[in-house]
């Protein structure tokens, strides 16, 4: 039974290697009458691709955008971070199975900065430990693992392989960057972000919170930062 | 904090007031001549209607059964099995959440019938008691329900709307009846399924684990009702 | 051959006998402590439920109206409308084949009105029957359907069952009622909202083009009813 | 005007490095207890990987082959096919759009062999070579392209680039290999198969039409190659 305190760690594993070439190729396809492998094979310089790529998204056309997908490890995070995770449905998952994996002298879990602050840690690292105790004790009797585990907590951390196209990254941003979603996964989303935009530094401003797309707040409570749509 | 014993909580609140003529319609429609919306205002016999959807069915043309569409209520599920409810792509959820509904004074769970079987129930109570009286404690202070939520265990009930169209319903069924599913989404997409067959009769034959369509099983470990797929 | 002059015949054959209080369930589901089959149960009057649904459309959680899907029947558009119309793949379709239905004798298209207004309307009429003529030849000589329609034109009508849940069809009347959007497609999807709307009048603010819903135009060329948005 | 004898054009311009790798990582990630990033670093021998992999797919868990995602560029082949593969709503498309592309003097068809064989040839190039005509006077007297292309036939030729994962990949080789398919569409099916199978030989045994999965034929007319599922 460990505490993850680094949490979440996400790595890059896979990224389309000219996602701008890519992009420009997609745009230019719908409005030339040149065939996209000759459009592909000529050298383009990176200004012009990107002053056309970036006037198709602001015209909302992002189908052309689906052709680059990113793969990404992700470990560390809490399994109510994962609930959500999985929600969006455009992505492609993988994720470790409390059902066949057995977590016997293993189990990992993370500690909100919420009760670390309210004087709760100690009593909160007691009760992960009675709870792995009480999970490792019904493994030994034989429960099956996909039963043990109905007594470990959201807390426990899991592990996934993520992949998605640019679209479905853009729109995860716009969501999950925004202050009003859970702290776990803005972090893990914050940390895909910065791996994709230290490859590709002009996709920075496309990985931003809806507000900073839309120009106003749209959530019931806000945080003040953009001001919201009146009626 | 109470133990929900009569798990899962299913009902149907909406479905296709004629599903079998949609189905009709829609392969018609792909095959004649004529107007869908005159197809749809000739009366056609139940038995004529169909022979053409279970031939059209069995050829694999399984699009034209999209549009009847089925919502269901659920309670009483564990969050281990809305884990994995969810990865269900095709289908649309609205779920009970932990973030905003504080569960406190009325945590619900789950027991599976292992751990009753193998003489831990009592343990098991005692310890849903004391993650009960922890997150109250914990509430009380103020910490956020989104982090106390963190202690709740894998056995903590949920609730959703639910809804699909009749093709994920057959590929839901397909997967999850087969006996290596989890014994509680099994149970919940058996429930799910006879509301539907009570309806609709002639849908029995479609709403079957994936052996008894396919003829063989394709699982590593078998139950050995169908001869395995030999290379 | 015929020209169909009333394109695009549009019905709706299913729809949610009650969308609003479907909704409701979704709402009060995701942030209520009730079980879903206990708050279907409940009479709650109508602006109630109203003014709860609006404040969740408004702040973007538009998973809560995936529940509610209407099936519409489409004949008289042309098949360059159709070959847009497929692309929204969150829709269902059920298309007339020209591989399986032979058109002889029954070849039916569109005239778009900029081709009246110019002064070729009795060339393109010639056009079309020659067309016919060719086609319903190579039928006679056992050329396969599939191949003898080859000469037919994007303006050869088409039929479709097709269904769509309420976030799809706000969606789609977002892009397509835009006026950059093509005529015929834009003729269609204000039929199939009109239809929807004469029975869920508190829907019509919703199914709108984009710039009515965002407050500015993200076109690259404006029609000049809202404002572009400026950098 | 002129005539494609060489459809359909197709390039395969992005592949993932090294898919063998990337599905066995998401495989091991869902069964093991280590974390994906060390998985990932770790070297294991192609023979080790590929058993797995194997029996990962044998058993039907093919979520975990989505994290490979193939670009292809598509040219020369005709609207009918197009209006077929985009039908496919797994995969992403930005195709070449007749409303924006004016086809004035390079208006590009296909010619289906039957038509040849039965002698039609000659007629079908007259036929191509007035149509042409007639959308060029169109587009000279300011018809906009998107109306005057109501006369261009099925048999104009489009381009795309189209991307898609591996379980699509296989699922468009099991649909439209088939005898039953269309002739162009299975054609280009074939040569997007047999550039990814040049990359990596061991897919070769997935990317195969349904009757050699099934190990039966589930068409109405089947080519005899399988045989027929009884009931």
């Given amino acids: 039974m460990t505490e993850n305190k680094e949490f979440p760690m996400v790595s890059l594993i896979n990224a389309p290697e000219n996602p701008l070439k890519t992009i420009y190729l997609a745009c230019r396809t719908c409005y030339s009458a040149d065939y996209p492998c000759n459009i592909w094979e000529k050298d383009v310089d990176d200004a012009k691709m990107l002053k056309l790529v970036k006037k198709v998204l602001q015209s909302g056309h992002h189908s052309t955008i689906e052709h680059c997908q990113y793969v990404f490890t992700i470990s560390g995070v809490s399994r109510a971070c994962t609930h959500q995770l999985v929600r969006h449905r455009h992505m492609s998952f993988s994720q470790k199975s409390q059902r066949y994996v057995v977590e016997q002298g293993q189990f990992e879990y993370i500690t909100p900065q919420t009760i670390k602050n309210a004087g709760f840690e100690d009593e909160y690292h007691v009760f992960m430990k009675n709870t792995a105790e009480f999970y490792d004790k019904m493994i030994e009797k034989r429960i099956p693992a996909e039963d043990a585990r109905f007594i470990l907590p959201n807390a426990a951390t899991s592990s996934l392989v993520a992949s998605l196209n640019l679209r479905e990254m853009i729109h995860l941003?716009?969501?999950?960057?925004?202050?009003?979603?859970?702290?776990?996964i803005r972090k893990l989303?914050?940390?895909?972000?910065?791996?994709?935009?230290?490859?590709?530094?002009?996709l920075g401003e496309y990985l931003v919170p809806k507000c900073e797309k839309n120009g106003f707040c749209d959530e019931i409570k806000s945080c003040g930062r953009f001001p919201q749509k009146v009626e």
Same sequence: chains 1, 2, 3, 4.
Avoid at 173 to 184: D, F, I, M, W, Y
Avoid at 189 to 194: A, F, N, P
Wanted: hydrophobic residues 40%; glycine residues 0%; aromatic residues 4%.
């Fill in 173 to 184: 941003a716009n969501l999950r960057l925004c202050v009003s979603a859970q702290h776990e």
């Fill in 189 to 202: 989303v914050k940390k895909m972000c910065d791996l994709v935009v230290k490859k590709e530094p002009w």
